[in-house]
């Protein structure tokens, strides 16, 4: 059983188009994240969630909106994509929001065209 | 959040110990020093963390200086799969903020 895994794992879409990528973790988790990776391949967190409550939201324009319907999943919904949102958007889960050890997904490589 | 150095990469024979050097002169007494590690077409993996003392876990070590000011990821015995990108990054203590990955060292492994 894979322990945080996303939907897609590649995403090639047009601009303006809205797309999700989705994210379930099993592992009994009560904090969840959306990190993104760009072209240069740094790593930036986007959003925290906690219990379902959004606890951090990095400055990402309002297109990205987080959904968590549980704390087993947070999805990423994306709005009016543009060509700089092409990236690797990784989901991950720790056990809460200590200093715990978090556990990433195998990422969605986003393509805009 | 207090910042990281890092060489940018490093290159190791297989079978033989390496040392990963990370120095962050501005930690806070509150701050963890975590390691993770990203291999080529994944998400990052968590490798280790500590405070203050020396921490062993089936992975690797991390050596913390007395000061606090570096730190160093020790793996053993290095194989071709230990080869990726490998990230110091400290955590407030409460870790509400999620991790700031910084450029992070390439481990090239040599057989």
């Known amino acids: 059983d894979t322990a945080v895994s996303q939907t897609p794992k590649y995403l090639v879409t047009q601009m303006g188009n809205d797309k999700s990528i989705k994210c379930e973790q099993n592992l009994g988790h009560d904090t969840m994240y959306w990190y993104k990776q760009d072209s240069k391949k740094f790593l930036k967190i986007m959003f925290s969630?906690?219990?379902?409550?959004?606890?951090i939201n990095e400055t990402v324009p309002n297109r990205f909106s987080p959904k968590s319907p549980d704390k087993a999943h947070l999805n990423l919904h994306i709005n009016s994509l543009e060509l700089g949102d092409s990236a690797v958007y990784f989901c991950?889960?720790?056990?809460?929001?200590?200093?715990?050890?978090?556990?990433f997904g195998q990422g969605t490589r986003l393509t805009v065209v | 959040d207090a910042k990281t150095t890092q060489p940018n990469s490093m290159e190791s024979n297989e079978e033989e110990p390496v040392h990963l050097p990370c120095n962050h002169s501005?930690?806070?007494?509150?701050?963890?020093i975590h390691w993770y590690r990203q291999l080529p077409s994944q998400g990052p993996e968590y490798v280790i963390h500590?405070?203050?003392s020396n921490v062993n876990n089936r992975m690797a070590s991390l050596a913390i200086a007395e000061d606090r000011k570096s730190s160093t990821l020790i793996l053993h015995r290095a194989t071709l799969r230990d080869a990726a990108v490998y990230y110091c990054?400290?955590?407030?203590?409460?870790?509400?903020?999620?991790?700031?990955f910084g450029k992070g060292t390439h481990l090239i492994i040599q057989p």
């Open positions: 969630y906690n219990n379902k409550e959004l606890i």
């Open positions: 991950a889960s720790s056990h809460d929001q200590g200093n715990t050890e978090a556990f």
């Open positions: 500590g405070l203050t």
């Open positions: 990054i400290l955590r407030e203590g409460g870790g509400a903020d999620g991790l700031t």
């Open positions: 501005t930690i806070s007494g509150t701050d963890y």
